[in-house]
């Protein structure tokens, strides 16, 4: 059974920074590809950054793009996301999926292992 467990969430004011982690248990974690998927209040789930089982690929939001950085490290079997130039409407609880296969992909159904996500709440 894989289980994956965010950090890092927190209260920043606008322009600030956050860096999220997702550690990761059990299964084969470095042949997985892994995503960032956030979810603000009211509105549904969306994707945010994908990274590939080798961490040569990665996708990331159009809204987030040049802003933040998903990184993974196999060995410590953790995957991170640096945000910088954090906005308001970043504010979301931010989730870490798993997905079996490595192919980084941006759809939610795409993933089979989900965490219990973290708070970032970004003021103005």
């Known amino acids: 059974q894989v289980q994956l467990v965010e950090s890092g969430g927190g209260l920043v004011q606008a322009g600030g920074s956050l860096r999220l982690s997702c550690a990761a248990s059990g299964g084969t974690f470095s042949s997985y590809a892994m995503g960032w998927f956030r979810q603000a209040p009211g509105k549904e789930r969306e994707f945010v950054a994908a990274i590939s089982w080798t961490g040569r690929t990665t996708y990331y939001a159009d809204s987030v793009k040049g802003r933040f950085t998903m990184s993974r490290d196999n060995a410590k079997k953790m995957v991170y996301l640096q945000m910088n130039g954090l906005k308001p409407e970043d504010t979301a609880v931010y989730y870490c999926?798993?997905?079996?296969?490595?192919?980084?992909?941006?759809?939610?159904?795409?993933?089979?292992?989900w965490g219990q996500g973290t708070q970032v709440t970004v003021s103005s």
């Open positions: 999926a798993g997905r079996r296969l490595g192919a980084a992909v941006v759809s939610e159904y795409n993933y089979d292992y």
